[in-house]
């Protein structure tokens, strides 16, 4: 049973290196109006750290998108994120506004911070979560896959903040606009009793574009092993091309070299949702699958007709895609 | 150089049975060093090849057939074992085992530099042990840790493998950190030998010996708690079709175009 001292759900809004609001805390927000109203509509709330330089942006950002507060931590030094500094700034925000649901994406940043922050307040976390509902007696229903994939298991938290993280791709946005008055609070904050020990000496960037085309991609065609070689891949490309679609890969093919791991899709890449999931030679392990079975229309090429793939695939085409490709691109061409 | 390496024992997820009622087939599945760990150790042991005077000690928290992978890595080169087993123990979470283990480091070697854990282990997939054990011994953490970049005997430099890039970072000890898997498969000898490592003991923890409470351990002390555990079922039609070439060009062109139409 809710305990009643806690109220209101509260959102990690991470910024990304070049300063702008990484997408998964629009999809956060997004499921949080869903569950904010299963609540009775509670306030939703969001905590960001971000340089003195930027908070007037920032302030502009984040009005009519529905949010009741937004604390705000301003210092040159949170340039670069910090697991010392944010996290036990935050169990003091935390243990001051008493969420009775605290939300965190599960980037590599927010899998940090997230069991440092819930260790601290000795609260419950569930991390990766696929779904989050409310149940009958009003707590957190966070659903999330173990065992690889295999299993699905529903967890319940007997302490508060409630915590989950949940990873980019797996809620949908449908509007970021949502007019509301938004405060904008700077809470009191001192770095008494903190060091951060850990000095970042340099970055190397790693991601072609700030945004990755899977996130929003309508179409994806993603080639596994069953594609072979190089050859295989730009075949794949030019079918991409040829209807609009992104590239995406498994694991598998990043690993033999065959495409660039930016582009992975499963478990330990990205997880994706578009309307269409055209998988091409992709036996279907289940790592692969967890990262986009949450697509609308899967179809599947794979000229092995016992591939796992093909129980998963709505439309299943056993045959050879260096024949079938060539010859769509052919007809295409016409 | 006191290292304290964090093991875990998991079910092998690649061999994973499913009972008539879906549930999870327990018995019969194999235990193997969660894959994640092995690449931990082995980051641990290249240290000590780097640092002389480094001393390794592994703890696990687990049953008592966890004792089997503590030999394997004694034999690796690994200098003291710990097995964490009590059946209070049993059911905890991410934050009890945190807490638990943290406590074992406290109580066991007091005195270490570095923790090093596998950033995941295969089974559970939540990589919020090793953040929960810093965070119980609050000391710094690094994560996400793909190669040793320099180490001496006050600090340590690598870099992280993130969503966006890789980052260098340097720190001073104590800190915990939490190591990806490497390009390549650990492959090392089993230096100390089998028999050797038989010789050792391994150093059996219960609630006992860590001074805890039975209410702050196991599933009494775990804030979470599994309420529903079930098979994870597609809910797409799988159809599968075996045409000619042609006949499947043309499926595939209305399945797409089908999906435009809809868009448009």
Known sequence: MPNGENSGILIYAQLTRENYIHTVFFELLDKSKELASKLGGVEINAVIFTTPNLINEFRESFQNMGLDKVYCFENDLFKNYSTEYYSKLIVNLVNYIKPEIFLIGATTQGRDLAPRISSALHTGLTADCTGLDINEKGLLAATRPTFGGELMATILCKTYPQMATVRPGVFRVNSVYDKKDTEFIFPQYSFEGLEDRVKILDFRNSVDSIINELDSAEIIVAGGMGLKNEQGFALLKDFAKSIGATVGATRAAVEAGLAPSSIQIGQTGKTVRPKLYIACGISGAIQHIVGMENSEHIIAINNDKNAPIFEIADTGIVGDFFEIIPKYLETKGE | ?264
């Open chain 2, 1 to 264: 150089m006191k290292i304290a390496l964090c093991v875990k024992q998991v079910p092998d997820t690649n061999d994973i049975k499913w009972t008539e009622n879906n549930t999870l087939q327990r018995e019969g599945v194999e235990s193997i060093l969660n894959p994640f760990d092995a690449y931990a150790a082995e980051f641990a042991l290249d240290i000590k090849d780097k640092l002389k005077n480094t001393e390794i000690t592994v703890f696990t928290m687990g049953p008592n057939q966890a004792q089997d992978m503590l030999r394997k890595l004694l034999a690796l080169g690994c200098d003291n074992a710990v097995l964490i087993s009590d059946r209070k123990f049993a059911g905890a979470d991410t934050y009890a085992t945190g807490k638990t283990i943290a406590q074992a480091i406290k109580t066991l070697l007091p005195d270490f530099d570095l923790i090093i854990c596998g950033q995941f282990a295969v089974d559970g997939d939540t990589a919020q042990t090793g953040p929960c054990i810093a965070s119980f011994l609050d000391i710094a953490q690094v994560t996400y840790v793909k190669e040793l970049v320099n180490i001496d005997n006050k600090s340590i430099e690598v870099t992280r493998e993130l969503d966006d890039g890789t980052e260098r970072v340097k720190v001073t000890y104590p800190v915990l950190l939490c190591k990806l898997q490497d390009d390549f498969e650990p492959s090392r000898p089993l230096i100390n030998g089998i028999k050797e490592a038989l010789k050792k003991e391994i150093r059996i923890c219960d609630l006992n010996c860590l001074g805890l409470e039975p209410e702050n351990v196991g599933l009494k002390g775990s804030p979470t708690y599994v309420s529903k555990a079930f098979r994870n079922i597609s809910n797409h039609n799988a159809q599968k079709y075996e045409l000619s070439t042609e006949e499947s060009v043309k499926l595939l062109d209305e399945k797409i175009k089908s999906v435009e139409v809809k868009n448009a």
